[in-house]
């Protein structure tokens, strides 16, 4: 099932539910990307959520907290965790606040 919005598109296969980052993840749409993934959470309780940031052009400090704040409310809900695809600027960012040492990162 493949669920859109502007900036993410949820998909849900087997338990996993990825959420396709795309643009810029910035103070201007973070938010509608964060309801839209945790509302599909609260509905489908995957086992698994991925957010795929192999589209994400720009991130600012609003792209962070809305990547930690869903590891924190996946871990909530004892759903497993991780990030794919992040681009070199996203994986910089992720890497200075040593995101990487808790969240499971798949380049």
Partial sequence: MLL???????????EVM????????DHHNASSVRRK??????????????LDLAGVNFMDSSGL??????YTKAA???ISFRVEHPTPAT?????????DRMITIIK
């Fill in 37 to 50: 993934i945790d509302s599909e959470l609260e509905i489908r309780r995957p086992r698994e959520l991925v």
């Fill in 76 to 78: 909530d809900l004892g």
């Fill in 18 to 25: 990825t959420a396709y980052i795309g643009g810029e993840i």
């Fill in 65 to 70: 907290g809305l990547i930690l704040g869903r």
């Fill in 91 to 99: 994986l910089k960012i992720l890497d200075l606040v040593g995101g």
């Fill in 4 to 14: 859109k919005e502007k900036n993410v598109n949820v998909v849900v296969n087997d």
